[in-house]
C-alpha cells in the first residue's frame, strides 16, 4: 500500500522556521519525485518545491525561492521541505505527493500531475 505521510506543521509567527516531513512507503522511492504543494482557503493548490530523488534535482516556486529548502534522505524515503523567513501568506495546507522523477527531469518542472498524495499538514503563520 502506498502512503505519504507529512508532518511538521503549526503555529508560527511569521519570520519563523518550520520543517515538514513526508514519509513515503509502497514504492521506489528512488524512482520517484517528491512534491511539496499548498493550498490556501478559497485558492487553488500550488506548487511550492519538488525534488528528484533519482538525482537530487530541485525546483521552487518564485515566491519561495531563498526561503524555503527541500532536501530527501534515500535512506529514510523521507522528503524535508524547510521552511524560512515564514510569512503570512504561507498560510495553508501542506501536501506531499509523488510521481516518477523522469516527469519533473523531462519537463524542468515539478507540475500537477502527481500520482499519489498524502492527506496534508497544516501550516498557519501568525502576523
Known amino acids: 500500500e502506498v502512503q505519504l505521510v507529512e508532518s511538521g506543521g503549526g503555529l508560527v509567527q511569521a519570520g519563523g522556521s518550520l520543517r515538514l516531513s513526508c514519509a513515503a512507503s509502497?514504492?521506489?522511492?528512488?524512482?520517484?519525485?517528491i512534491g511539496w504543494f499548498r493550498q490556501a482557503p478559497g485558492k487553488e493548490r500550488e506548487g511550492v518545491s519538488c525534488?528528484?530523488?533519482?538525482?537530487?534535482?530541485?525546483y521552487y516556486t518564485d515566491s519561495v525561492k531563498g526561503r524555503f529548502t527541500i532536501s530527501s534522505d534515500n535512506a529514510k524515503n523521507t522528503v524535508y521541505l524547510q521552511m524560512n523567513s515564514l510569512k503570512p501568506e504561507d498560510t495553508a495546507v501542506y501536501y506531499c505527493?509523488?510521481?516518477?522523477?523522469?516527469?519533473?527531469?523531462?519537463?524542468?518542472?515539478?507540475?500537477?500531475?502527481?500520482?499519489?498524495w498524502g492527506q496534508g499538514t497544516q501550516v498557519t503563520v501568525s502576523s
Open positions: 505527493a509523488a510521481v516518477h522523477s523522469i516527469m519533473i527531469l523531462r519537463t524542468k518542472r515539478c507540475g500537477e500531475f502527481y500520482d499519489y
Open positions: 509502497g514504492f521506489n522511492f528512488d524512482d520517484y519525485a
Open positions: 525534488i528528484s530523488s533519482s538525482d537530487g534535482t530541485t
